[in-house]
C-alpha cells in the first residue's frame, strides 16, 4: 500500500484587523473554528483550490497573492497526515446569497483576540500557527509554486 498524505490548501485573510473564519461541524463533531480550508481536486493548481475553497466556504472571491507557509501534520486521533499549503491575498467580491459548503454552519470576521480566546474551538493547531505565521511576516512569492497540466 502506498502512503499519502492529503494535500490541503487554506486562507489567511485579514481586512481591518479582523480574520475571516468558518464555523464548521466536521464529521458528526462540535463546532470548530478554521480558515476557508479544504482539499486540492483533480486539474487544479493549489492557488486554483485556495480561491475556490474561500468562495464555497465563505462566499467571498479570494485572490491569492502570497504563500505565507507550507505544513505537515498528522491528526493523533485518526493518523491522518496533511500537507497544507497557507496563502494570504484580497477579497475582491462578496456574494451574500451564495449557498455555502455543506458544514459550515457560517463564515465571520474575527479579531485576533477572539481567535486566541477561542482556542479550544479551533479546528487544528494550524489555525493559529497560520495566523502567527502571518503576523510573523512569512511571506513567499506564488511563483514558488509550478503547476503543470
Same mark, same amino acid.
Not at 89 to 115: C, H, M, N, Y
Not at 132 to 145: F, N, S, T, V
Given at each position: +500500500? @502506498?502512503?499519502?498524505?492529503?494535500? @490541503? #490548501?487554506?486562507? #489567511? ?8 473564519? #468558518?464555523? *464548521? ?10 480558515? %476557508? ?6 486539474? *487544479? ?8 475553497? #474561500? ?6 472571491? =479570494? ?7 507550507? &505544513? ?7 493518523? @491522518?497526515?496533511?500537507?497544507? /499549503?497557507? /496563502? ?5 467580491? =462578496? $456574494? %451574500? $446569497?451564495?449557498?455555502?459548503? @455543506? ?9 485576533? $483576540? ?6 479550544? +474551538?479551533?479546528?487544528? %493547531? ?7 505565521? &502571518?503576523?510573523?511576516?512569512?511571506? &513567499? ?6 503547476? &503543470? $497540466?
Amino acid at each position: +500500500m @502506498t502512503w499519502k498524505p492529503n494535500v @490541503t #490548501v487554506a486562507a #489567511v485573510i485579514e481586512q481591518d484587523d479582523k480574520y475571516l473564519l #468558518v464555523e *464548521e461541524i466536521p464529521r458528526g463533531t462540535a463546532i470548530k473554528l478554521n480558515q %476557508p480550508a479544504g482539499h486540492l481536486e483533480p486539474g *487544479e493548481s493549489i492557488i486554483q483550490a485556495c480561491s475556490r475553497e #474561500v468562495l464555497e466556504e465563505t462566499g467571498h472571491s =479570494f485572490l491569492p497573492e502570497i504563500l505565507t507557509g507550507i &505544513y505537515h501534520w498528522t491528526c493523533a486521533s485518526n493518523g @491522518t497526515t496533511y500537507l497544507r /499549503f497557507t /496563502f494570504s491575498g484580497q477579497v475582491v467580491s =462578496f $456574494d %451574500p $446569497d451564495r449557498k455555502l459548503d @455543506t458544514g459550515i454552519v457560517r463564515a465571520a470576521w474575527f479579531s485576533i $483576540d477572539e481567535i486566541r480566546a477561542k482556542q479550544a +474551538m479551533h479546528r487544528t %493547531p494550524l489555525v493559529m500557527q497560520c495566523i502567527e505565521d &502571518y503576523h510573523a511576516g512569512k511571506r &513567499y512569492p506564488l511563483d514558488i509554486l509550478q503547476y &503543470y $497540466d
